[in-house]
Protein backbone atom coordinates (compact mmCIF):
# COMPACT_ATOMS: atom_id res chain seq x y z
CA UNK A 1 0.00 0.00 0.00
CA UNK A 2 0.86 3.85 -0.43
CA UNK A 3 1.45 5.20 2.87
CA UNK A 4 2.17 8.65 1.62
CA UNK A 5 1.22 10.07 -2.24
CA UNK A 6 2.10 13.34 -3.14
CA UNK A 7 0.68 14.94 -6.46
CA UNK A 8 1.63 18.50 -7.66
CA UNK A 9 1.58 19.88 -4.51
CA UNK A 10 2.57 23.35 -4.14
CA UNK A 11 2.52 26.48 -1.48
CA UNK A 12 2.66 29.87 -1.58
CA UNK A 13 3.38 32.39 0.82
CA UNK A 14 2.32 36.13 -0.68
CA UNK A 15 4.12 35.07 -4.05
CA UNK A 16 7.20 33.17 -2.67
CA UNK A 17 6.69 29.63 -4.02
CA UNK A 18 8.16 26.87 -1.08
CA UNK A 19 7.16 24.36 -1.66
CA UNK A 20 7.00 23.78 -5.46
CA UNK A 21 5.10 21.01 -7.93
CA UNK A 22 6.13 18.28 -5.65
CA UNK A 23 5.50 14.71 -6.44
CA UNK A 24 6.68 11.83 -3.98
CA UNK A 25 5.18 8.09 -3.41
CA UNK A 26 6.63 6.22 0.13
CA UNK A 27 5.10 2.50 0.34
CA UNK A 28 3.92 1.41 4.07
CA UNK A 29 7.10 0.72 5.56
CA UNK A 30 9.78 2.71 3.61
CA UNK A 31 12.20 4.61 5.67
CA UNK A 32 12.14 8.17 3.37
CA UNK A 33 14.78 11.06 4.57
CA UNK A 34 13.71 14.19 3.13
CA UNK A 35 16.56 16.53 2.93
CA UNK A 36 17.43 19.86 1.72
CA UNK A 37 18.99 23.30 2.61
CA UNK A 38 17.53 26.05 4.77
CA UNK A 39 14.16 27.36 3.12
CA UNK A 40 14.13 24.54 1.02
CA UNK A 41 10.00 23.69 1.79
CA UNK A 42 11.01 20.56 3.96
CA UNK A 43 8.48 21.93 6.97
CA UNK A 44 6.41 23.63 5.02
CA UNK A 45 5.53 19.97 3.05
CA UNK A 46 5.66 18.62 6.46
CA UNK A 47 2.98 20.55 7.29
CA UNK A 48 0.72 20.21 4.65
CA UNK A 49 0.94 16.41 5.08
CA UNK A 50 0.27 16.90 8.84
CA UNK A 51 -2.56 19.13 7.70
CA UNK A 52 -1.32 22.13 9.68
CA UNK A 53 -1.06 24.19 6.51
CA UNK A 54 -3.26 23.87 3.38
CA UNK A 55 -1.84 23.57 0.25
CA UNK A 56 -2.42 26.36 -2.36
CA UNK A 57 -2.18 23.68 -5.19
CA UNK A 58 -1.77 19.92 -5.54
CA UNK A 59 -3.05 16.96 -3.76
CA UNK A 60 -1.32 14.76 -1.28
CA UNK A 61 -3.30 11.38 0.88
CA UNK A 62 -2.26 10.18 4.33
CA UNK A 63 -2.89 6.18 4.25
CA UNK A 64 -5.15 6.88 1.24
CA UNK A 65 -7.55 9.99 2.73
CA UNK A 66 -6.49 13.51 1.50
CA UNK A 67 -5.10 16.31 3.23
CA UNK A 68 -7.75 18.89 2.20
CA UNK A 69 -10.60 16.85 2.01
CA UNK A 70 -10.19 14.64 5.11
CA UNK A 71 -8.42 16.23 7.94
CA UNK A 72 -9.50 14.54 10.41
CA UNK A 73 -9.10 10.88 9.12
CA UNK A 74 -5.37 12.08 8.22
CA UNK A 75 -4.72 12.60 11.76
CA UNK A 76 -5.73 10.07 13.37
N1 LIG B 1 4.35 31.09 7.39
C1 LIG B 1 5.17 31.53 6.44
N2 LIG B 1 4.96 32.72 5.84
C2 LIG B 1 5.77 33.16 4.84
N3 LIG B 1 6.84 32.49 4.37
C3 LIG B 1 7.11 31.30 4.95
C4 LIG B 1 6.30 30.77 6.00
N4 LIG B 1 6.82 29.56 6.36
C5 LIG B 1 7.89 29.36 5.59
N5 LIG B 1 8.08 30.40 4.73
C6 LIG B 1 9.13 30.50 3.71
O1 LIG B 1 9.01 29.36 2.86
C7 LIG B 1 10.30 28.86 2.50
C8 LIG B 1 10.41 27.42 2.96
O2 LIG B 1 10.52 27.41 4.39
P1 LIG B 1 10.55 26.07 5.23
O3 LIG B 1 10.52 26.49 6.66
O4 LIG B 1 9.50 25.12 4.75
O5 LIG B 1 11.99 25.48 4.83
P2 LIG B 1 12.81 24.31 5.53
O6 LIG B 1 13.31 23.43 4.41
O7 LIG B 1 12.01 23.65 6.59
O8 LIG B 1 14.05 25.12 6.17
P3 LIG B 1 14.97 24.76 7.47
O9 LIG B 1 15.96 23.73 6.98
O10 LIG B 1 15.61 26.06 7.79
O11 LIG B 1 14.05 24.25 8.55
C9 LIG B 1 11.31 29.83 3.12
O12 LIG B 1 11.64 30.78 2.13
C10 LIG B 1 10.55 30.44 4.29
O13 LIG B 1 11.02 31.73 4.59
MG1 LIG C 1 12.31 23.34 8.65
Known amino acids: MTAIEINGLTKVFDGLVAVDHVNINIAEGELFGLLGPNGAGKTTLIKMLATLLVPTSGS ?12 DKVRR
Open 60 to 71: AKVSGYDVTKDP
